[in-house]
C-alpha cells in the first residue's frame, strides 16, 4: 500500500504517530496562541518521536465557529515557514479552506488534512494541482451542527460506502489514488456508539485499499466523566486495536511520547513472533 507526496513515499511498514500543533485561541497543551509557542511545541512533538506534524489554525471541536481564511493564515503559515527549515519531518495542514491549504502546501506543507473530506471543489483543485497527499474524513454535518443529531442505520456500512464514492470521484478528478488516506472521523458527527461501532469495524473501512488515519486522542467518548488528559491511555488503547488489526497506518494524538513508546513496543512484538 502507497501513501505519497509531491516530497516523498511515506514508509507504512509500521504505523507513522501524527502530533497535533493546534494554533487557536483555546490551544494550551496542543500548541499555543501564538507563532513562538506553536513552534516551541512542534519541536518537543518531535523530540517525544512524532513522524508527523499536522498544524491547524481553526477549531473543529463540537460547535465551534469557522474563522475566516486570512485569520487562519495568520495562524498556520508562519509556523509552517519557521518549522522547514529546520526539521526533516513532513507537514501536514489541517484545514478545510482551498486558500490555505494552497498557501500551507506553497510553505512547506506535504499533506492536507480535510474534515470536510474534499468536498470543496476547490480542495480537490490543490491536491490535483500541487500533488500533496491528502487525508479525507468522513463527517456528518459541520463542526457547528455535527453533534446536533447525528443518524446511521449502520454506521460501518456508511463510512465504507462514503470512502468508496470519495476514492471513485477524487480519482476522476485526477487525484492520484496513492495520495489519498481516509479518517473515519471519529467525534465528528457520531454518538459514542457510533465511535465504538467504527472502532469496532475499522478492518471493514478498507475495503478500497487505502491507508487509514485515526484520530480518538482525549475524544469525549472515552471518558465524559474526566478531563482531557485523563483519556490518554483509553485513547492509546484504541490507537493499538486499530493497529493491530491491520487496520490503521496513521495515529494522530496529543500525547505523542505515550502513543509513539506503544506503537514501539507493539512493533517488537510483532517483529520477533
Known amino acids: 500500500m502507497e501513501w505519497r507526496s509531491h516530497v516523498r513515499k511515506f514508509d507504512l511498514t509500521r504505523p507513522l504517530v501524527m502530533g497535533i500543533v493546534n494554533v487557536t485561541p483555546d490551544s494550551f497543551s496542543d500548541g499555543g496562541r501564538d507563532t513562538e509557542a506553536a513552534v516551541g511545541h512542534a519541536l518537543k512533538l518531535i523530540d517525544d518521536g512524532a513522524d508527523i506534524l499536522d498544524i491547524g489554525g481553526e477549531s473543529t471541536r463540537p460547535g465551534a465557529q469557522p474563522v475566516p481564511p486570512d485569520v487562519e493564515l495568520r495562524r498556520v503559515i508562519p509556523v509552517i515557514e519557521r518549522l522547514v527549515a529546520r526539521i526533516q519531518i513532513p507537514i501536514s495542514v489541517d484545514t478545510s479552506k482551498p486558500l490555505v491549504a494552497r498557501a500551507a502546501v506553497a510553505a ?93 469495524g475499522l478492518s471493514q473501512l478498507s475495503g478500497c485499499g487505502r491507508p487509514l488515519c485515526l484520530g480518538v486522542s482525549r475524544k469525549g467518548f472515552l471518558g465524559k466523566d474526566r478531563a482531557p488528559k485523563g483519556r490518554m491511555v483509553a485513547g492509546i488503547a484504541v490507537a493499538l486495536h486499530g493497529i493491530a488489526r491491520n487496520s490503521v497506518q496513521v495515529i494522530r494524538t496529543h500525547d505523542v511520547r505515550e502513543t509513539r513508546d506503544a506503537v514501539d513496543a507493539w512493533y517488537q512484538i510483532e517483529a520477533n513472533q
Open 108 to 200: 512547506g506543507a506535504e499533506i492536507i488534512n480535510d474534515v470536510a473530506g474534499l468536498r470543496d471543489t476547490g480542495m480537490v483543485e490543490v491536491v490535483r494541482s500541487t500533488g500533496a497527499a491528502c487525508i479525507v474524513m468522513h463527517m456528518q454535518g459541520t463542526p457547528v451542527t455535527m453533534q446536533d443529531d447525528p443518524k446511521y442505520d449502520d454506521v460501518v456500512a456508511e463510512v465504507r460506502s462514503y470512502f468508496l464514492d470519495r476514492f471513485q470521484s477524487l480519482s476522476r478528478d485526477g487525484v492520484a489514488p496513492e495520495r489519498i488516506m481516509f479518517d473515519p472521523g471519529i467525534g465528528f458527527g457520531k454518538r459514542s456508539h457510533h465511535n465504538w461501532q467504527l472502532i469496532a
